[in-house]
């Protein structure tokens, strides 16, 4: 157990819709990050924050947007969704913002567009 | 466009022997991140390198990093079952967070 909890687990919604992937990170960490893996472009980063702040984006679509809240938890939102945004969503966190910091992984959000 | 490209994309090999992964990228980096993921789980983070000619060892894995070439190694010995995985290397390109790429992964099979 990473100690990173992601909710849900699963997700199936329709074309057109809008979701909302939660994460909260171990105890103490303050950095959270998001991924994205798929088959067709498998993992690929999408944000980075630190402390509430955005600290890096990465090939995060302007239809996805995230924020970390003063508890230190994450939300990724997903609008307009589209076929190809059927996808397992892992957050992970970490202590500090810097690189030399493991990262912790929670088990994902798998979601399924139909 | 960066490119973080991993070989083999598939490897078996039989326990006992050795075996060596690699990781070239095309931008200048000196961060780069091993992780490991099982069939249908999460990823765990194996080791964080730093810096030119950073070494990292934890148990049977060997990871280096050489930032002139661009490349980075996951050495593997006396290979058993239980390291069967898919293995990934990221580089880390930003100078604010984190920012990374990731390679196509490795997906290592080892054979009693």
């Known amino acids: 157990d990473s100690g990173v909890t992601q909710t849900p687990k699963h997700l199936i919604t329709a074309t057109g819709q809008r979701v909302t992937l939660r994460c909260s990170p171990r105890?103490?960490?303050?950095?959270v990050y998001w991924y994205q893996q798929s088959l067709d472009q498998g993992l690929q980063f999408l944000i980075h924050y630190y402390n509430g702040e955005e600290r890096a984006k990465g090939n995060i679509l302007e239809r996805f947007s995230a924020q970390q809240f003063p508890d230190l938890h994450s939300e990724l939102n997903l609008s307009s969704l589209e076929l190809g945004d059927s996808a397992l969503y892992f957050c992970?966190?970490?202590?500090?913002?810097?690189?030399?910091?493991?990262?912790?992984f929670g088990d994902g959000t798998r979601l399924s567009i139909l | 466009e960066l490119k973080v490209e991993q070989n083999p994309l598939f490897l078996s090999m039989q326990e006992g022997k050795n075996y060596t992964i690699y990781c070239n990228y095309s931008t200048t980096s000196d961060r780069l991140y091993w992780y490991r993921q099982d069939p249908g789980k999460s990823l765990e983070s194996l080791f964080v390198?730093?810096?030119?000619?950073a070494v990292k060892q934890e148990g049977r894995l060997m990871a280096s990093l050489d930032t002139k070439a661009r490349l980075s190694t996951l050495h593997i010995t006396a290979a058993v079952h239980d390291l069967s995985a898919t293995y990934f290397c990221?580089?880390?390109?930003?100078?604010?967070?984190?920012?990374?790429?990731f390679g196509t992964g490795t997906s290592l099979t080892v054979i009693p």
């Open positions: 990221a580089v880390d390109i930003s100078n604010t967070g984190n920012q990374f790429y």
């Open positions: 992970a966190s970490a202590r500090g913002g810097g690189s030399n910091q493991p990262q912790h």
């Open positions: 105890s103490g960490d303050l950095s």
């Open positions: 390198l730093l810096s030119n000619g």
